[in-house]
């Protein structure tokens, strides 16, 4: 479990340089960060420039859900995003998963999805939503059968662009060695800031 701790550091410096840069540079984009006590995660997303609505992001994600190993997972996305930063974001598109997971599995998926978030009808602080990401057979590569991440959460805008929220994830892994089970599967707490 200590070389895969590693390697999700390293994975999370290479992240939090590349939103430091982006945040001094002032452009536009979000920071997210969610843990229990048995994971934690880092999202960033960012607009593409000289678009209206395409949005890249990368996240990595490392979890000891499984008592026998642990698992390292990295993302890169690319969605169409509508949002106006105070009422909802909305987004469909395409996420890239690679990971390294229990019983010396390791592979990528191309899974489709999107999400939906929406502030509740008089309570302007609160937001909820969720998402979805499913990456069948013919686009999971390497030891992996099929993909699939879901997940809710219920948000509350501490300061201005600034979530904090309770959620709930489950990914669901199936890969040609036999392993079919969870890698994720529980709530957590976590903040988003806008930028």
Do not use: C
């Not at 957590?188 to 806008?194: K, P, T, V, Y």
């Amino acid at each position: 479990m200590l070389v895969n701790k590693l390697r999700f550091l390293s994975a999370t410096l290479v992240l939090g340089l590349s939103g430091q840069a982006a945040a001094f540079s002032l452009a536009p984009g979000s920071l997210e960060a969610n843990l229990n006590n048995e994971s934690v995660q880092f999202e960033y997303d960012k607009p593409v420039e000289g678009t209206s609505n395409l949005h890249v992001n990368v996240g990595a994600l490392y979890t000891e859900h499984l008592e026998a190993d642990s698992t390292t997972l990295v993302t890169a996305g690319f969605q169409g995003v509508e949002t106006d930063n105070q009422t909802y974001r909305a987004a469909v598109g395409a996420r890239l998963y690679a990971y390294d997971a229990p019983a010396e599995t390791t592979g990528t998926a191309l899974a489709v999805g999107g999400l939906f978030y929406h502030i509740v009808p008089g309570a302007p602080y609160v937001s909820l939503g969720g998402y979805g990401w499913v990456a069948p057979q013919v686009t999971s590569f390497g030891d992996t059968e099929q993909l699939f991440e879901a997940g809710a959460r219920v948000a509350y805008r501490a300061i201005e662009n600034t979530d904090v929220f309770v959620g709930y994830r489950y990914l669901h892994l199936e890969t040609e060695q036999g392993f079919d089970d969870s890698l994720e599967d529980g709530l957590h707490l976590g903040f988003r800031l806008n930028f």
